[in-house]
């Protein structure tokens, strides 16, 4: 339409010209030494005109087949690319880095060309070729520097592939160093790196960070957290004092976990701290009733143990047929030589539940009584479902 608008002002500019020229009088003297060319006024008027109208038109026409060229390059480059992820998704590998470093060498859009070098790069890792793959990253880096965050998170991800999580690490730090909202995928890649340098602190640290954006996996970032904890407490588990303190740091719902605070007992149990291991129990199992923390309550046994007996009782009102529970009543009273009790508790726990740990207890309570025949028994009833367990 605009085309249209400016070739009809362009005739109606020369027909006026045209008739203008009709009532002047004069010429006009073209030299191009050694030549010399005279024209009357009116001629050399239309001449120009025709001379601006033709320039027009052939600008017109090479600046439209610029456009034509430059539009035929972007959707070349746009169906290569789309071609490359195709490929890229699809598991071919091959096709897909090939279509990506087409795309790269003929763009001139750095969003593309990031997005370009490192499908390049991470079709290239795929095939293990870690020379082609740095190239791409680094050509990336280097003609697209605004893009970095893709190429970097890239970097990292092949780092930690590798197991060089103290130069992922670096390569994201340098991501970090323009400040603001880190991506989520950056922050997942930096909690990875920290996973296998074994800093759970950090671990910790970068869950609570992802557990407050919407854009997270809540139940992945709910699983790191409790593994987290879990390595945690073996490796604080070393120092009482240490324990302590990350004990006590923990929310209250974090500790009502039986996993973790099963972890814990045992940490205090190993540090011979039967009483803070038996607190935890005893402030779990009436909420959780988890087998593993009712095991636990018939370890380390001390002064305590009639009052650990006292308290077991109360929990067997509300689980009259927990074989566990049983079994350790059976213990707690065999260890206070409460013979007919043990005795009673443990065959009790048998009749709910056959179980070899509950045979092997009956077989020591029966040693200390003299009833060797009787403990044999129990000793090969316990070893016989021992073996049918590990076939």
Same mark, same amino acid.
């Given at each position: 339409?605009?085309?249209?608008?400016?070739?009809?002002?362009?005739?109606?500019?020369?027909?006026?010209? #045209?008739?203008?020229?009709?009532?002047?009088?004069?010429?006009?003297?073209?030299?191009?030494? =050694?030549?010399?060319?005279?024209?009357?006024? $009116?001629?050399?008027?239309?001449?120009?005109?025709?001379?601006?109208?033709?320039?027009?038109?052939?600008? &017109?026409?090479?600046?439209?087949?610029?456009?034509?060229?430059?539009?035929? &390059?972007?959707?070349? #480059?746009?169906?290569?690319?789309?071609?490359?992820?195709?490929?890229?998704?699809?598991?071919?590998?091959?096709?897909?880095?090939?279509?990506?470093?087409?795309?790269?060498?003929?763009?001139?859009? =750095?969003?593309?060309?990031?997005?370009?070098?490192?499908?390049?790069?991470?079709?290239?890792?795929?095939? @293990?070729?870690?020379?082609?793959?740095?190239?791409?990253?680094?050509?990336?880096? &280097?003609? !697209?520097? !605004?893009?970095?965050?893709?190429?970097?998170?890239?970097?990292?991800?092949?780092?930690?592939?590798?197991?060089?999580?103290?130069? !992922?690490?670096?390569?994201?730090?340098?991501?970090?160093?323009?400040?603001?909202?880190?991506?989520?995928?950056?922050?997942?890649?930096? +909690?990875?790196?920290?996973?296998?340098?074994?800093?759970?602190?950090?671990?910790?640290?970068?869950?609570?960070?992802?557990?407050?954006?919407?854009?997270?996996?809540? !139940? +992945?970032?709910?699983?790191?957290?409790?593994?987290?904890?879990?390595?945690?407490?073996?490796?604080?588990?070393? @120092?009482?004092? #240490?324990?302590?303190?990350?004990? *006590?740091?923990?929310?209250?719902?974090?500790?009502? @976990?039986?996993?973790?605070?099963?972890?814990?007992?045992?940490?205090?149990?190993?540090?011979?701290?039967?009483?803070?291991?038996? *607190?935890?129990?005893?402030?779990?199992?009436?909420? #959780? /009733?988890? %087998?593993?923390?009712?095991?636990?309550?018939?370890?380390?046994? @001390?002064?305590?143990?009639?009052?650990?007996?006292?308290?077991?009782?109360?929990?067997?009102?509300?689980? =009259? %047929?927990?074989?566990?529970?049983?079994?350790?009543?059976?213990? +707690?009273?065999?260890?206070? $030589?409460? /013979?007919?009790?043990?005795?009673?508790?443990?065959?009790?726990?048998?009749?709910?539940?056959?179980?070899?740990?509950?045979?092997?207890?009956?077989?020591?309570?029966?040693?200390?009584?003299?009833?060797?025949?009787?403990?044999?028994?129990?000793?090969?009833?316990?070893?016989?479902?021992?073996?049918?367990?590990?076939?």
């Amino acid at each position: 339409m605009k085309l249209i608008i400016w070739l009809l002002a362009l005739f109606a500019a020369a027909v006026a010209v #045209t008739l203008a020229a009709k009532y002047a009088t004069g010429h006009a003297s073209i030299v191009m030494p =050694p030549y010399q060319l005279e024209l009357s006024l $009116e001629h050399f008027i239309i001449g120009v005109v025709a001379a601006f109208f033709v320039f027009y038109i052939l600008v &017109r026409l090479i600046l439209g087949i610029f456009g034509y060229s430059q539009h035929y &390059r972007h959707k070349k #480059t746009d169906t290569t690319l789309l071609s490359g992820l195709k490929s890229y998704f699809e598991g071919n590998y091959a096709k897909a880095q090939k279509n990506a470093a087409t795309a790269l060498k003929l763009t001139d859009s =750095p969003i593309i060309t990031a997005i370009s070098a490192v499908i390049a790069a991470r079709s290239a890792h795929e095939l @293990d070729d870690t020379k082609a793959r740095d190239q791409y990253i680094d050509t990336a880096l &280097r003609k !697209a520097p !605004a893009e970095k965050s893709l190429s970097l998170m890239a970097k990292a991800d092949f780092l930690l592939s590798e197991g060089n999580h103290q130069e !992922a690490l670096e390569t994201l730090h340098g991501l970090y160093a323009n400040g603001g909202l880190q991506p989520s995928s950056a922050l997942q890649l930096e +909690l990875k790196a920290q996973q296998q340098a074994n800093n759970w602190d950090a671990v910790l640290e970068l869950a609570n960070i992802l557990a407050k954006r919407q854009s997270t996996n809540q !139940a +992945l970032v709910k699983k790191l957290k409790h593994d987290a904890q879990l390595e945690n407490i073996k490796r604080k588990g070393t @120092d009482l004092h #240490t324990l302590n303190h990350y004990w *006590q740091s923990l929310a209250p719902l974090e500790k009502m @976990d039986s996993k973790v605070a099963a972890a814990a007992t045992r940490a205090y149990i190993a540090l011979g701290s039967c009483s803070t291991a038996h *607190q935890i129990i005893e402030q779990n199992v009436p909420v #959780t /009733w988890d %087998n593993e923390l009712i095991e636990l309550y018939a370890e380390c046994l @001390d002064y305590h143990v009639n009052r650990q007996i006292e308290c077991a009782e109360v929990w067997l009102k509300s689980h =009259p %047929n927990n074989a566990q529970l049983l079994l350790t009543l059976g213990k +707690l009273c065999t260890h206070c $030589e409460l /013979w007919g009790k043990a005795q009673n508790y443990l065959e009790a726990s048998l009749s709910v539940e056959p179980g070899q740990k509950a045979h092997f207890a009956l077989a020591q309570l029966n040693e200390k009584l003299g009833k060797h025949e009787l403990a044999m028994d129990h000793y090969n009833k316990g070893l016989e479902l021992t073996l049918k367990q590990l076939s």
